[in-house]
């Protein structure tokens, strides 16, 4: 089963860049697709932008045009670069690697990370 960790969340203004990683162990990955989604406190859980084995990506509306979801096989790694970020942007963002990424991915479903928080503030 793949395990993944997700890193490179931190504190940023409101315009500032970050991006996250998402390092997964295992031969799966690659054939698998990766979900980037987040969680503010007092909100359900949901999809920012999923991307397929083979590079398609998908986007949800609020983060079009200012996030950039990658994968790099080789490496067993996925990314999440966010421009442009905003105070309504801040939230626990967790990876999520499966054979299908949805917007309502269950909990028990393909392999989960701890999550890292992402915060935009003056």
């Known amino acids: 089963q793949v395990q993944v960790v997700e890193s490179g969340g931190g504190l940023v203004q409101p315009g500032g860049s970050l991006t996250l990683s998402c390092a997964a162990s295992g031969s799966m990955f690659s054939t698998n697709a990766m979900g980037w989604y987040r969680q503010a406190p007092g909100k359900k859980r949901e999809l920012v932008a999923a991307i397929t084995g083979g590079g398609t990506a998908h986007y949800e509306d609020f983060v079009k045009g200012r996030f950039t979801i990658s994968r790099d096989n080789a490496k067993t790694t996925g990314y999440l670069q966010m421009n442009n970020l905003k105070p309504e942007d801040t939230a626990v963002y967790y990876c999520?690697?499966?054979?299908?990424?949805?917007?309502?991915?269950?909990?028990?479903?393909?392999?989960w990370g701890q999550g890292t928080q992402v915060t935009v503030a003056s």
């Open positions: 999520n690697v499966a054979p299908v990424i949805t917007s309502t991915q269950s909990s028990d479903y393909g392999s």
